[in-house]
């Protein structure tokens, strides 16, 4: 049997402290067939050289450095563009992969056609590496759903995202747009559920690492200064909550009934989950349609 390739995309930025021990995690993946793309958004120390000294030993890992710092949306875009295999994932660029997490994915994906994502538990560790006894993710498992109640409970369920680390296939992946705003990577996942089953897999198999401490505010600051749009400073989600709504409305692959209720239960889910302005009645959904209608026409 021959068994499909994947690729890793690895975005780093000033991560010269863990991005060896993080590359090292993708190396040595049980699963063998395995291309690695790595992307240093132009850092300030030595990451890139730290790379470099990795990749010369390794014919299936590229390397490019960027030559400006292109955002973070960008370069998270570049290696998923840049990819030419049937299934993708984002690696941070301080993260670790437990060893057999991308052949437990692929297993699942071979036994089961409908699934556009395999996404597994994940936990936080400090900069040691140490773990924090911290879940860091969520529940957005939809096996068991149909094509509306799935896409809904991601949106509800939505915490810690890291399932965006989890494995796509890279044609639904592609298929969507990557948007500059903040919380980009819950429509990621909202997309995935729209064309797919989200399936999680029962074990730690992901080290997310925390390498900062910041309130609200601080986080805000930090996307704004990636380039991520927070037009309204009273609801930084306001972008993410137009999106979701813009996408469906957009989504040329949902009919237009089921089409309608997602619109319909999304919009109740973000205006109490983000204090969203949007869709308070039905007199305001209909005005937005209309909104919508101009937009795209």
């Known amino acids: 049997m021959n068994l499909p390739f994947v690729t890793i995309g690895i975005p780093v930025y000033n991560e010269e402290k863990f991005i060896k021990e993080t590359i090292l995690s993708a190396i040595n993946q049980t699963y063998k067939n ?11 120390d030595n990451s890139f050289e730290i790379i470099k000294s990795i990749v010369d030993k390794h014919d299936n890992i590229n390397i490019v450095k960027q030559k400006k710092n292109v955002g973070s949306r960008d370069n998270f875009v570049y290696l998923l563009e840049n990819s030419n295999t049937e299934y993708f994932c984002w690696l941070g660029g301080h993260d670790l992969m ?25 936990e936080m560790i400090d900069e040691m590496g140490l773990p924090m006894n911290i879940a860091a993710d969520s529940d957005i498992d939809t096996t068991q759903l149909n094509n509306i109640d799935g896409p809904l409970k991601v949106v509800k369920n939505l915490h810690f995202c890291t399932a965006i680390h989890g494995l796509f296939k890279s044609d639904i992946l592609k298929s969507y747009s990557i948007k500059t705003i903040i919380g980009a990577d819950q429509p990621i996942l909202f997309h995935a559920a729209v064309h ?64 309608l209720i997602l619109i319909r239960d999304v919009s109740s889910v973000i205006r109490k989950k983000y204090n969203s302005p949007y869709i308070h009645s039905l007199t305001d959904f209909l005005h937005f349609l209309r909104r919508m209608k101009k937009i795209i026409l």
């Not at 437990?98 to 994940?122: G, H, R, W």
């Not at 600051?221 to 409305?249: I, Q």
């Open 196 to 259: 797919g089953k989200l399936y999680p897999l029962t074990e730690i198999l992901y080290l997310r690492r925390q390498v900062r401490k910041e309130n609200k505010n601080e986080v805000i600051k930090r996307y704004s200064d990636y380039g991520l749009k927070a037009k309204s400073d009273k609801n930084p989600f306001k972008e993410l909550c137009k999106e979701y709504l813009l996408y469906l409305w957009k989504e040329k692959n949902i009919g237009l009934k089921r089409r």
């Open 34 to 44: 395995i291309k690695i793309i790595i992307s240093d958004n132009y850092s300030e």
């Open 98 to 122: 437990q060893p057999t997490f991308i052949e437990k994915a692929i297993n699942i994906f071979l036994n089961n056609e409908d699934v556009s994502l395999v996404y597994p538990m994940a």
